[in-house]
Antibody, heavy 124, light 106 residues
Framework: QLQLQESGSGLVKPSQTLSLTCAVS??????????WNWIRQPPGKGLEWIGY???????QFNPSLKSRLTMSVDRSKNQFSLNLRFATAADTAVYYC????????????????WGQGTLVTVSS | DIQLTQSPSSLSASVGDRVTITCRTS??????LNWYQQRPGKAPNLLIY???TLQSGVPSRFSGSGSGTDFTLTISSLQPEDFTTYYC?????????FGQGTKVEF
């Protein structure tokens, strides 16, 4: 059973870089056809998709974050990472990693496996 | 961006009730619409994808319908563990967006 686990700094100072890693276990990140996503949720609020990366390193980002965002994949460690530069209080949120799956039977695309989430607070 | 508006934002119900949540999109998205359930302190869990296909392992009391701009999630007989928050999501464009959520309360 594939599992995802987020890790990284829980406290980031304003203007610094927010860095997170998602470790994939029970399967290979290099399995074709899946995207590896980041989604965040500010306390008490809704969900915001941040972006995805494929094992080929192709990426797609939310335009609202694109100028500050970098994603990478480490196939040898079976993990992928997010770096969000120039963090502000507005970036305080629970950050989730999730697998994106294409369903050929119905031409659907959805996040079928999620990590448990990690809270990142941006504060001095 | 495609905006998703869920209604109601919250509802009160009882065990055994039939509950319907609506998601309306700002432009047509065919059937690229998913539904997630999120319990407090937990990650979202995929219930329905492609508007009406039940994800493996999800109880059959959950169902989805719709296409274009109007979609519904129905819980046929509400169970105690269903009192939580539900989100719709579109994956039609390259910018995937979520609805604001619907909280089902006792």
């Amino acid at each position: 059973q594939l599992q995802l686990q987020e890790s990284g700094s829980g406290l980031v100072k304003p203007s610094q870089t927010l860095s997170l890693t998602c470790a994939v276990s029970g399967g290979s990140i290099s399995s074709g056809g899946y995207s590896w996503n980041w989604i965040r949720q500010p306390p008490g609020k809704g969900l915001e998709w941040i972006g995805y990366i494929y094992h080929t390193e192709n990426t797609q980002f939310n335009p609202s974050l694109k100028s500050r965002l970098t994603m990478s994949v480490d196939r040898s460690k079976n993990q992928f990472s997010l770096n969000l530069r120039f963090a502000t209080a507005a970036d305080t949120a629970v950050y989730y990693c999730a697998r994106g799956t294409y369903y050929f039977d119905s031409s659907g695309y959805a996040f079928d496996i999620w990590g448990q989430g990690t809270l990142v607070t941006v504060s001095s | 961006d495609i905006q998703l508006t869920q209604s109601p934002s919250s509802l009160s119900a009882s065990v055994g009730d039939r509950v319907t949540i609506t998601c309306r999109t700002s432009q047509t998205i065919d059937t690229y619409l998913n539904w997630y359930q999120q319990r407090p302190g937990k990650a979202p869990n995929l219930l329905i994808y492609a508007a009406s296909t039940l994800q493996s392992g999800v109880p059959s009391r959950f169902s989805g319908s719709g296409s274009g701009t109007d979609f519904t999630l129905t819980i046929s007989s509400l169970q105690p563990e269903d009192f939580t928050t539900y989100y719709c999501q579109q994956t039609y464009t390259n910018l995937w967006t979520f609805g604001q959520g619907t909280k089902v309360e006792f």
